[in-house]
Nanobody
């Protein structure tokens, strides 16, 4: 059973920082690409950042230079370091991965955590 469990959200003032964590289980974590999404109130869920199994990263334009995605394969955990936060970053942040392996019986399955709320407010 695949599980993704996010943690690290909370209330932070504008300009502050938070680090989100996502602990994965039930998968061979090191071979999976991982992603962080977010969903602000009244808006669609959007992709924030991705990291491949080879540590290649990508970011949506609005967080470039402020957010950093990283992974620790020994801990089966992916992180999202968020700096210079502003109120527009307020959202529920979700961890995501997809089983895209041709050899896998779970190919095509998309896995989500339950999310962690980040609120940026003074």
């Amino acid at each position: 059973q695949v599980q993704l469990v996010e943690s690290g959200g909370g209330l932070v003032q504008p300009g502050g920082s938070l680090r989100l964590s996502c602990a994965a289980s039930g998968i061979i974590f090191s071979i999976y690409d991982m992603a962080w999404y977010r969903q602000a109130p009244g808006k669609q869920r959007e992709l924030v950042a991705t990291i491949t199994s080879g540590d290649t990263t990508n970011y949506t334009d609005s967080v470039k230079g402020r957010f950093t995605i990283s992974r620790d394969n020994a801990k089966n955990t992916v992180y999202l370091q968020m700096n210079s936060l502003n109120p527009e970053d307020t959202a529920v942040y979700y961890c995501n991965t997809e089983d895209a392996f041709n050899w896998s019986p779970r190919k095509g399955m998309n896995y989500w955590g339950k999310g962690t709320l980040v609120t940026v407010s003074s």
